[in-house]
């Protein structure tokens, strides 16, 4: 068997809510009870979202909550030239262009119209964006089940450095899970739709693939995703074992109530103990009142 990881991979924009914390168990539970490690990585490339001192709050919850990674934490911040490099070399093979098209030109267009594709030279104020050759992305997820998505028609060519001139998400994201020590990604199932377009850059770079599992988000009484936009509140560090026996209940797992007295490490080596996929199975959203 090859090496085992799983990952978590949270934005510090803000500190951990409830359907951030759950994403971390079930990543945390799937690869500890595949016996692998779990890594760490801040995904902090998009500075203008960053908020300073949400890090340190993040480590610093998980920590209050037992999940305690392997090695040294990630950060994409630190990871730049790697994705410069992914970019010059897909720029070698012509396989990128600029693309000032203004966003309003584009809406409602669906998948991207082509129309910049001649720009092979660097533009001013202009995206990069990857041709998408007429592939059909193919995939099964653990628990989504299979996915088959035709990307031309979907998206079409899609950003991988922006505008402003960041390293798009799906670019740092497939490079990073493309690592070959990262064999399951375990995430919320909002982010089931970027997938295949990590997975086509994966490929395009010859990058390993990892196995993915999109488990349920959280949602809110009025149907949306809870989230800092809409002020989900941050969970309390001096509740962590009532947070994470409320992680396992939306996860599916039911420790029993009585004996013995939970405390943190014990409740999360049941948690892998007992953790499984299958009652997640096809569940896309579960909601919290
Ligand atoms: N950093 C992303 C977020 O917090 C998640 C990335 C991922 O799991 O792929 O939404």
Redesign the pocket.
């Known amino acids: 068997m090859g090496i085992l990881a799983g990952?978590?991979?949270?934005?510090p924009?803000g500190p951990l809510h409830m359907g951030?914390l759950l994403?971390a168990t079930a990543s945390y539970l799937d690869a500890r009870a595949r016996g692998g490690q779990w890594l760490l990585r801040i995904?902090d490339i998009d500075t203008y979202r960053c908020i300073p001192g949400a890090t340190e709050q993040i480590l610093q919850t998980l920590e209050a909550h037992g999940l305690w990674w392997d090695g040294s934490v990630q950060y994409q911040s630190e990871n730049l030239a790697e994705y410069q490099a992914a970019l010059d070399l897909l720029a070698q093979r012509n396989d990128i262009f600029y693309c000032n098209c203004s966003r309003r030109s584009l809406a409602a267009k669906g998948a991207y119209p082509g129309k910049c594709r001649g720009n092979q030279q660097p533009l001013e104020d202009a995206a990069i964006r990857i041709r998408v050759a007429a592939a059909i992305v193919e995939f099964t997820d653990l628990l989504q089940g299979q996915q088959i998505e035709r990307l031309a028609e979907s998206v079409g060519d899609f950003i991988i450095r922006r505008r402003d001139g960041l390293i798009a998400?799906q670019l740092a994201?497939a490079i990073d899970?493309g690592n070959p020590r990262i064999s399951h990604?375990v995430?919320?199932s909002?982010?089931l739709g970027?997938t295949a377009r990590?997975l086509y850059l994966m490929q395009q770079l010859n990058l390993a693939t990892p196995v993915y599992a999109h488990i349920p988000t959280l949602n809110g009484a009025d149907g949306r995703k809870l989230s800092k936009q809409n002020h989900a509140p941050a969970v309390a560090d001096d509740q962590a074992l009532e947070n994470l026996l409320t992680a396992f209940g939306y996860l599916g797992l039911h420790p029993p109530t009585q004996s013995p007295h939970w405390d943190i490490t014990s409740l999360l080596d049941w948690g892998c103990e007992h953790w499984s996929l299958e009652q997640l199975q096809g569940q896309t959203s579960v909601c919290v009142d």
């Open positions: 990952r978590f991979a949270p934005s924009t951030s994403a995904d998400y994201t899970d990604v995430r919320g909002d982010l970027n990590q």
